[in-house]
Every structure is written in C-alpha cells, then in structure tokens.
T-cell receptor
Framework: SQELEQSPQSLIVQEGKNLTINCTSS?????LYWYKQKYGEGLIFLMM?????EEKSHEKITAKLDEKKQQSSLHITASQPSHAGIYLC????????????FGTGTSLTVIP | DTGVSQNPRHKITKRGQNVTFRCDPI?????LYWYRQTLGQGPEFLTY????????KSRLLSDRFSAERPKGSFSTLEIQRTEQGDSAMYLC???????????FGSGTRLTVV
C-alpha cells in the first residue's frame, strides 16, 4: 500500500516562532498536496507541488518538494494562532488508481 | 456558494439504524469521492464516481454501505444497520482532474450510540 509518513505528529509552538512539517513517501510521488483541517471540519486546500525541486509560497506558508519527489516540507514563518489546526499531506500515484491517499496529519497548536 | 456542500453536518443515531448523507459537488466537477476519517487519522478512501458511474470501491466499503450518484450530480452515502465502529467524519470531495487536487466539503460527523 502507498504510505505517507508525516512528522512530527503534533507540534506546540509559541506565537511568532517558525516551524516545519515533513511528509515522506517511500515511492516517487506524482503530485503532493498540502491541506489544512480545522478540528471537526473539512479539508482546505493549501498548495500543490508536482515538479521535483518545486517550491511554492502563500502568505507565510512555504512548501517544497525534493528533487526525488519523495519528500515534502511545509514551513510556516512567524506562526499565528490562525495557523493552528491539522496539516495533512496527500498524494496520488498511478498504482493507487483514481484516489488520493493521505498522511496521518500533524496537529499544530500555536500559543498566543 | 460554489464549494462542496455536505448535509447534515452532524448525525447522531442509535446502533442498528440506517443513515443517509448527501454531497453536492462543485457543478463542473465530474469526479466525486467519499472518504472516512477517524480521530487522529488521515482520510481513508471509500469510493469514487466519475459522472454517474461508481468506478472504484475500497474494501472498507462493506455491504452495509452503498453510494449513488444519480445523473452525475449530487451523491448519497447510505449506511445500513449502523455499528459503533461506523462513528467517524465522512468527507466528500470533488475534482475536475486528479492532478488539479480535490475540493472537500465540511464533512458529516456521524456518532453511533
């Protein structure tokens, strides 16, 4: 089965601090997607990475995909309480058919 | 609102009862997906529709579960004879193409008591 491992599982940071969340696959990814989920709600799309070495930024969030397309990182600069939630990476691979598979998520708490 | 809409947001039911959830995808998206998410886990794939055709089903989708997408528009997910283990968040997503990513609804949280 395809697996995405996320680390850390949970993170507690002081407001204003930087943080990084990692997502690792044992297989080459054909697309890597980052989503954010508020507790008990649906997933909100953040960013999509498809090319090796690609980097995208939106406001204070930067996502990178390594050259081998097996690892992605999500970096938040100067964290704010609004960044709190669960961050999930998702990917698809031809072997998985027409579906995404997801990591187990990283729970982020930002202390004001 | 042009997002994915799910109803109801919350459902509490007694064990053994049947429940039905509805998903209205983004109108121009021909792909529709159902996922299930339990606490502390990422979403797990249940089933996939392209237009009205159900093209994939996970082994997680036991015979108590059935999904439909008549006319390729909205979709329903029915669970018969609910069990406590069915308690979870049921998420619907739609997309135009897989490599464009999914748009998720807010989910339906099911609690079986």
């Amino acid at each position: 089965s395809q697996e995405l491992e996320q680390s850390p599982q949970s993170l507690i940071v002081q407001e204003g601090k930087n943080l990084t969340i990692n997502c690792t696959s044992s297989k080459t990814l054909y697309g890597l997607y980052w989503y954010k989920q508020k507790y008990g709600e649906g997933l909100i799309f953040l960013m999509m990475l498809q090319k090796g070495g690609e980097e995208k930024s939106h406001e204070k969030i930067t996502a990178k995909l390594d050259e081998k397309k097996q690892q992605s990182s999500l970096h938040i600069t100067a964290s704010q309480p609004s960044h709190a939630g669960i961050y999930l990476c998702g990917a698809y691979h031809p072997n998985t058919g027409n579906q995404f598979y997801f990591g187990t998520g990283t729970s982020l708490t930002v202390i004001p | 609102d042009t997002g994915v809409s799910q109803n109801p947001r919350h459902k509490i039911t007694k064990r053994g009862q049947n429940v039905t959830f509805r998903c209205d995808p983004i109108s121009e998206h021909n792909r529709l997906y159902w996922y299930r998410q339990t606490l502390g886990q990422g979403p797990e794939f249940l089933t996939y529709f392209q237009n009205e055709a159900q093209l994939e089903k996970s082994r997680l989708l036991s015979d108590r579960f059935s999904a439909e997408r008549p006319k390729g528009s909205f979709s329903t997910l029915e669970i018969q004879r609910t069990e406590q283990g069915d308690s979870a968040m049921y998420l619907c997503a739609s997309s135009f193409r897989l490599d464009y990513g999914y748009t998720f609804g807010s989910g339906t949280r099911l609690t079986v008591v």
